[in-house]
Nanobody, 124 residues
């Protein structure tokens, strides 16, 4: 059974950094696309970054380009999201999700395996 477990969230000041981890089991990073989503308070969940193609292809939502980096480690079955220069409006619960990829932009896929989420709070 596929399972995703996120960690690495916490409280950070504006401009600070965090690295989130998503440990996957029951599926292979060689075949699955993995995305990180953010759900801010009172808002819909949105995809911020995704990785696929055997962890060789990455995409980012426009507002995080140049600040966030997604990377996959197949030996550790883990996908990371390095977040730099964080902003208060990026506070929320961050989820990782998985799906067998199909054509098109992996930020728009209909993900069907989800982790439990990790809280990120950006505040002074």
């Amino acid at each position: 059974q596929a399972r995703l477990v996120e960690s690495g969230g916490g409280l950070v000041q504006p401009g600070g950094s965090l690295r989130l981890s998503c440990v996957v089991s029951g599926l292979s990073l060689d075949y699955y696309a993995i995305a990180w989503f953010r759900q801010a308070p009172g808002k819909e969940r949105e995809a911020v970054s995704c990785i696929g193609g055997g962890v060789s292809v990455t995409l980012y939502e426009d507002s995080v380009k140049g600040r966030f980096t997604i990377a996959g480690d197949k030996a550790r079955n883990t996908v990371y999201l390095q977040m730099n220069n964080l902003k208060p409006e990026e506070t929320g619960i961050y989820y990782c999700a998985a799906v067998l990829p199909y054509m098109g932009n992996c930020l728009l896929y209909d993900y069907d395996v989800w982790g439990q989420g990790t809280q990120v709070t950006v505040s002074s």
